[in-house]
């Protein structure tokens, strides 16, 4: 009931407001990208992905939160009605982490809003922690989010961490 439901979205405002706190890992980026985008599969139903994900981008962040944001805006893609979605890794001073859809995009009120905590589209679907602990996630390490959209287009959520070397284990 309305009960539980207010217990669960507690217990996720706390893990989001203590993500800054969590230990960084050195985590090699692109295998993440590889196993996560390979176990939402089931999740996001007939939504085609794709990946370029390559070895070797290391950045110092936690590994077990990267995995929930990503599976997050692959959720998100989804439920935006994407058909496709293109999840990218790129590097040199700075690893990129982007997801692409092209699904309903977002009004530019809503995509100057959206990393608000508890600001959400979704109704009872949603509560609004995705993108918020996503750009928790990024600041915690010295990164960024960004969010790029058109409505009726699709959407670009990019993250940047500052790259690490791969002896830096």
């Known amino acids: 009931g309305a009960g539980e439901r207010c217990?669960?979205?507690?217990?996720?405002?706390?893990?989001?407001?203590r993500q800054p706190h969590a230990?960084?890992?050195?985590v090699e980026v692109g295998s993440v990208v590889r196993s996560v985008c390979s176990q939402a599969r089931?999740?996001?139903?007939?939504?085609?992905?794709?990946?370029?994900?390559?070895?070797g981008l290391w950045a110092d962040v936690d590994q077990a939160a990267l995995e929930s944001m990503?599976?997050?805006l692959l959720i998100n893609a989804r439920d935006a009605n994407a058909r496709r979605i293109e999840v990218q890794v790129s590097g040199g001073d700075r690893v990129v982490l982007s997801v692409t859809d092209d699904g309903d995009g977002m009004t530019e009120?809503?995509?100057r809003h959206?990393?608000?905590?508890?600001?959400t589209t979704k109704g009872e679907r949603g509560t609004g922690l995705g993108l918020f602990g996503a750009a928790r996630l990024a600041d915690s390490v010295g990164g960024c989010l960004r969010v790029a959209s058109t409505l009726g287009a699709g959407t670009t959520i990019t993250l940047e961490f500052p790259c690490q070397s791969e002896s830096s284990v």
Not at 7 to 17: D, F, H, N
Request: net charge positive; with cysteine; hydrophobic share 40%.
């Open 7 to 17: 217990s669960q979205l507690i217990r996720r405002m706390l893990g989001v407001a």
């Open 23 to 26: 230990r960084p890992e050195h």
């Open 42 to 55: 089931g999740v996001l139903g007939g939504v085609e992905v794709a990946q370029c994900s390559p070895p």
């Open 70 to 72: 990503l599976l997050n």
């Open 109 to 111: 009120e809503v995509r």
């Open 114 to 119: 959206c990393v608000r905590p508890l600001f």
